[in-house]
């Protein structure tokens, strides 16, 4: 399954979530997602072309 985020797009916003001080979980579920969808655009499991990826990654 292919990705629509470029690998380095993915790497630098693990970054920012990491210099922030941010968890991925706490965002997922301030902003209303599923933590396991969340991880699963960020580590390129799940296509951010439609449904919840899509919503994710807005």
């Known amino acids: 399954m292919e990705n629509n985020i470029s690998e380095a797009d993915l790497v630098a916003l693990k970054q920012k979530f990491y210099d922030e001080g941010?968890?991925?979980t706490d965002w997922a579920y301030a902003?209303?997602?599923d933590r396991q969808a969340v991880y699963?655009?960020?580590n390129g499991k799940i296509e951010a072309l439609i449904?919840?990826?899509q919503q994710v990654t807005k």
């Open 40 to 42: 699963g655009v960020l």
């Open 31 to 33: 902003h209303g997602f």
């Open 51 to 53: 449904g919840e990826g």
């Open 22 to 24: 941010h968890t991925i």
